[in-house]
């Protein structure tokens, strides 16, 4: 009621409510040069069409009269109880979009109390974006270095800054042929975007041969060669787990068996994601993947999800098919390039309470009663 109260004044929201807007509006604002890297997905962009197409398959099936005047969308998440079943997706190079970059986006999550993911290939310093947090819950993804130095110094610096989770990336061994960066010969990182957590890390600057301010290139070209291992198979694992003492959550994962794998090694979730459609061309919308991984580890892992979620219904559906929480990236990164951190925040803010109000409409009091039986599924 807050922006109806408002609308007696005359005032409207400053960004749409409708979240899907925003990208054509970062696109008219920042032009197509930075929202290409953002919006861009592998190939001909099937697998981000995919993704929205397997949520809009699932239809909500609404019950009343049964008492929602009272609701709390709380739940619990690697043993942390969190406000709202939503947290902000790693995105690299948030300074593409906005000059006060993971910065902004990081106190928008500390203010909404929901959890941030800091990407490995930030813009912004993992010790910079956690002052910024204050106590607020923080968790690190990591892009696992190809030097096992490198990888251990990121894991001492994410837990002595405060970050309470691991979420290691494994759907990205290599960056995927991605046609919008392709034609404008265009990757971020070769510009230096999105490197400062090596450029200022002590093991990756000790295999320099020049400080990177003599040499900013080769500094560039060490960080290609390192930023990830296509040659990592799970016994690999172990290696975290001796480095890293707090929960470790396995992101991209889209069949049950290697969700499986994980639980049997040890890990404490996974994110089922492809990456917001941004690696494999093709694949599978990761909401079709959600049900079967969830029926394999529900009880295991925290079974989190991202790629694809845009609105509040998208929400009700991931947990209607069996995910604990939903991350959100895109939406967050235009929140960011149109308005900073008020633009976060209103992203935020949107889609938790049209979460709430579809779980109230639904005929629900929070999310723990939400199952697949809320849901219709039309065929694919
Ligand atoms: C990403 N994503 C990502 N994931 C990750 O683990 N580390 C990273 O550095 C990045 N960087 C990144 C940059 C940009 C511009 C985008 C759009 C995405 C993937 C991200 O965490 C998440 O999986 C997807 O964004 C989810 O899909 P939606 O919400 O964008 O559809």
């Not at 690299?92 to 000059?99: D, T």
């Not at 909404?112 to 923080?138: H, I, N, Y």
């Not at 030097?147 to 759907?171: I, M, Q």
């Amino acid at each position: 009621y807050e922006i109806y109260l408002h609308g007696m004044t005359g005032a409207v929201p400053r960004l749409p409510t409708d979240l899907t807007r925003l990208e054509e509006l970062t696109e008219q604002r920042l032009g197509p040069g930075p929202v290409g890297y953002v919006a861009g997905g592998a190939g001909d962009g099937s697998t981000a069409r995919a993704n929205r197409a397997a949520l809009a398959r699932h239809r909500i099936v609404p019950r009343v009269l049964r008492d929602v005047h009272e609701r709390d969308l709380s739940v619990e998440v690697l043993g942390r109880a969190l406000p709202a079943p939503l947290a902000l997706a790693p995105v690299g190079v948030l300074s593409l979009m906005h000059p006060d970059a993971e910065g902004a986006a990081a106190r928008a999550a500390a203010a909404q109390g929901v959890p941030f993911v800091l990407s490995s290939a930030s813009s912004t310093p993992m010790e910079q974006v956690a002052e910024a947090m204050g106590d607020a819950e923080r968790w690190f993804q990591l892009y696992w270095p190809k030097d096992p130095e490198v990888a251990r110094s990121f894991l001492g610096r994410a837990k002595a800054a405060g970050f309470t989770a691991l979420v290691v990336t494994l759907d990205t061994p290599m960056l995927a042929w991605r046609p919008r960066d392709l034609d404008q010969a265009y990757l971020p990182f070769l510009h230096g975007v999105g490197t400062a957590n090596y450029f200022t890390d002590p093991a990756f600057r000790a295999g320099l041969a020049k400080p990177v301010h003599e040499d900013p290139n080769a500094a560039v070209m060490h960080f290609v060669g390192m930023f990830s291992d296509p040659a990592k198979t799970w016994p690999d694992l172990a290696f975290l787990r001796e480095h890293w003492d707090g929960p470790i959550v396995l992101k991209g994962i889209l069949h049950p068996d290697d969700a499986r794998a994980a639980a049997d090694a040890g890990m404490d979730g996974v994110v089922v994601s492809n990456h917001g459609g941004r690696q494999v061309a093709g694949s599978v919308g990761a909401a079709d993947a959600l049900p079967g991984i969830a029926r394999a580890v529900g009880d295991r892992l925290a079974v989190l999800f991202d790629s694809g979620v845009r609105t509040g219904d998208d929400i009700f559906k991931a947990l209607a098919l069996g995910a604990r929480a939903v991350l959100i990236g895109r939406p967050y990164a235009y929140g960011l390039g149109l308005d900073g951190q008020a633009g976060v925040e209103h992203v935020i803010r949107c889609l938790l309470a049209e979460l709430d109000l579809t779980l109230a409409l639904s005929g629900h009091r929070g999310p723990g009663s939400v199952g697949p039986a809320d849901l219709v599924t039309e065929p694919g």
